[in-house]
Every structure is written in structure tokens, then in C-alpha cells.
């Protein structure tokens, strides 16, 4: 009997998080932009209204009942709390957390909020309101809803602090800058909401908010903060948790997303076999139960990213023709 079908919702250019799940199982794609290069991955794709609109639900629920889906995950930031109400309302078997993890997640001044009620380490975090002379700087002003690190600014002093608040057009945040490494951890969450993996990578380099080379390394602090900030959230499905190690303040939490990260390629090479999380992804949506594995992978795998594109007919038909002679890579 074959696994039942995942849907990707906002696929975008997000081709090595598509492609992976292909190769396990049907794959359908929901993006609106035909331009998505990700769908092309896909066995089905398929055109779906706006996020915001009143059919964006319906038609994912036509796609799961059409195609047999067993598990929904976005792959954005944009549609989580809206796939969290539709599971919550029985209409989609979102791989999600529950609505106010997604709400308060998706902000980043909320997310502090929820961190510190939690006892887990966040960097002090203030509102524009709060008495900016009283702060130790420099601090970081940041949108508290944005994403791909835009409008992030480092602010030394004061002065600094109000001109970046006045310059970015959206609600915004100052948060402490933290020294010392930005480090990753990419979880995977069970339908319980119990912590199955977490395996922490480096950052050695970003762009635009998306890791592009780093390492996966052992971790004992990292691993044992993830599962309990994974269980303490309830997270169903993956997530990646953004963390600096403070040499004054220790470790401080910046960021829950509750999706695949960037650095999507890092877990995946890391896991052990038969335990990447899209294969346990397809084994729960499956109906099976996974035993949690935390601190099973294989450390020291680095990861480097680079970009690739397809060409498209009148169609919108991927033609297969590449424009450069490729191959499998080889050790030389």
C-alpha cells in the first residue's frame, strides 16, 4: 500500500524541501505564482487562491480529498496560524502547531513574551515605547513580523536607536545584539507534540536570513534546550530555533519558526538512515508512531548551497534543458 500524499503549501523557490519529498511519496504543490520554481518538483501542482482570501482553505481541501493527503505543511511563515484553525476545525491534517503557538511565533515580540513565561532564555526585548536611554546598547531594531533578516538594524546608541525606529515602516522591536556565534537547530515535532530530533548546525554564512553554508555539529546544550523549547511549545511538525551563545548572557533564544529553515539540506544529511524527517513525516502521516531519537544523527556533515534554475515553455512546461552540462559530483 503506498504512503499517503503531502501537501506543500507556499512552496516558493524551496526545491531540495520538494524534491525530497517526491522521491517518498506523492507531492502536491499549492502556489499561487506560476513562476514557483519548487512546484516543478512536485508530482501535482496546483493553483490556490491568496492566503487572505475566503476559498485558500476550501481549495486545500479539495486537494487533500482529491489526492489522498496525509499530512499538510507550509513552508512559509505566512499561512500557519491559518492552517492551525483549519486543523483545529478537523478541515486539514496540518502538520502545525496549535493557533496561539502560531500567532505569538509569528511575532517576534510576542515570541519573547512566550519564551520568558516559559523559562526558556530570551535576549531582553522592549517596544519603541520603553525608555530608550536606560538601554544597554548597541541593540538590534527589528520588525517584530519580518522575515529573511529584512529591515534589521544595528543600533549603537540613542540616536541611532530612533532614527532606525523611525525609518522602518512597521511595527518594530529593540532587541539586545548578542555576541558570540548564531547557531541553528532544526526539530521535528510528533502529532503529540513530542520532541523526535533536534540537530544543531552552524551558521558560517548567510544570506539574506537563509543559511547558505554551515555544519552540523554535537551540541549536548543546544540539543536538551530544543526538545524543551519543542515541548514546551506543543510544536506538531518541524521548526527551527535561532539562538546566539551570549559570552556574558549565555544562550538566548531570537527565533522559533515553525517550518522547515533555510538550511533545509543540513538535517537531512545529518540524519540517520530512514530517519530524515521528511521519510518520518511520511511514516505519520502514515499513521505510524515515532519513538523520540533526540541526539541521533551524525555530526560534522558541512552543507553548500547555491542556486539553479529551470527553463519554462509558452506553456509554463518545464522543458528540461539545462543551460549548462551538469552532472553527478564525484570525489575527487
Not at 42 to 54: G, Q
Not at 174 to 198: F, H, K, T, V, Y
Not at 229 to 240: D, K, Y
Request: with cysteine; net charge negative; hydrophobic share 40%.
Amino acid at each position: 500500500m503506498s504512503p499517503p500524499a503531502v501537501l506543500l503549501t507556499g512552496a516558493g523557490k524551496r526545491y531540495d524541501i520538494v524534491s525530497c519529498f517526491a522521491r517518498l511519496t506523492t507531492t502536491v504543490v499549492a502556489d499561487p505564482s506560476p513562476l514557483a520554481p519548487a512546484q516543478y518538483a512536485a508530482h501535482v501542482r496546483a493553483s490556490v487562491p491568496l492566503i487572505e482570501d475566503t476559498g485558500y482553505v476550501p481549495a486545500l481541501e479539495e486537494l487533500c480529498a482529491e489526492h489522498g493527503v496525509g499530512a499538510v505543511l507550509p513552508l512559509t511563515d505566512l499561512d500557519i496560524e491559518v492552517l492551525a484553525r483549519a486543523r483545529e476545525d478537523g478541515r486539514l491534517p496540518a502538520l502545525v502547531p496549535a493557533a496561539e503557538i502560531a500567532r505569538a511565533t509569528y511575532d517576534k515580540y510576542e515570541t519573547h513574551l512566550l519564551l520568558e513565561r516559559l523559562g526558556l532564555p530570551s535576549p531582553p526585548t522592549v517596544l519603541p515605547q520603553a525608555e530608550l536611554e536606560q538601554l544597554a546598547y548597541p541593540v538590534m531594531v527589528k520588525p517584530r513580523r519580518g522575515s529573511g533578516a529584512r529591515s534589521i538594524h544595528l543600533a549603537h546608541d540613542v540616536a541611532q536607536a530612533r532614527f532606525f525606529l523611525d525609518y522602518v515602516p512597521e511595527p518594530t522591536m529593540l532587541q539586545r545584539a548578542m555576541n558570540g556565534p548564531e547557531l541553528s537547530i532544526d526539530c521535528l515535532g510528533d502529532l503529540d507534540g513530542r520532541c523526535l530530533n533536534a540537530i544543531p548546525r552552524t551558521m558560517l554564512e548567510s544570506r539574506g536570513g537563509e543559511s547558505i553554508k554551515g555544519e552540523v555539529i554535537r551540541d549536548d546544550e543546544l540539543i536538551e534546550l530544543a526538545r524543551r523549547t519543542m515541548e514546551a511549545l506543543g510544536v506538531r511538525g518541524p521548526a527551527t530555533i535561532q539562538v546566539f551563545r551570549d559570552p556574558d548572557i549565555g544562550l538566548g533564544i531570537t527565533d522559533v519558526n515553525t517550518r522547515f529553515g533555510g538550511a533545509f539540506p543540513a538535517p537531512a544529511y545529518a540524519a540517520l538512515p530512514g530517519c530524515s524527517y521528511p521519510e518520518l513525516i511520511v511514516r505519520m502521516a502514515g499513521g505510524e508512531r515515532i519513538e523520540p531519537h533526540v541526539g541521533e544523527f551524525q555530526a560534522g556533515m558541512s552543507f553548500t548551497r547555491y542556486y539553479w534554475q529551470l527553463e519554462l515553455d509558452e506553456r509554463m512546461r518545464p522543458t528540461g534543458r539545462e543551460i549548462v552540462e551538469g552532472g553527478p559530483l564525484r570525489p575527487r
